[in-house]
Nanobody, 124 residues
């Protein structure tokens, strides 16, 4: 079992940066692929980024490629989402998620563990 707690959200101007963190508890973190999803008001939850168990493989949604990076520190049981050149359309609640696989997953149904979410608001 893995429990996830996100932090680092907030209000930022367009073009700015934020770094989200997701702290995990549980003994199996290092064997869990991790991902970030987001959900804007009135929209479905969508994939943002994912990282495999070792951090050696990653995946990104086309809308964030080149602007966002994902990383993890298995010793600290933490996964990060660095968001640069933020746009108003990045405004959403961002969720950290864990999947009982070793490789990055893009599909929401592959994820077994979810955090409570953190709000990111980008003003124009």
């Amino acid at each position: 079992q893995v429990q996830l707690v996100e932090s680092g959200g907030g209000l930022v101007q367009a073009g700015g940066s934020l770094r989200l963190s997701c702290a995990a508890s549980g003994r199996t973190f290092s064997s869990v692929a991790m991902g970030w999803f987001r959900q804007a008001p009135g929209k479905e939850r969508e994939f943002v980024a994912a990282i495999g168990w070792s951090g050696g493989s990653t995946g990104f949604a086309d809308s964030v490629k080149g602007r966002f990076t994902i990383s993890r520190d298995n010793a600290k049981k933490t996964v990060y989402l660095q968001m640069n050149r933020l746009k108003p359309e990045d405004t959403a609640v961002y969720y950290c998620a864990g999947a009982r696989t070793l490789v990055p997953e893009t599909a929401l149904h592959e994820y077994d563990y979810w955090g409570q979410g953190t709000q990111v608001t980008v003003s124009s």
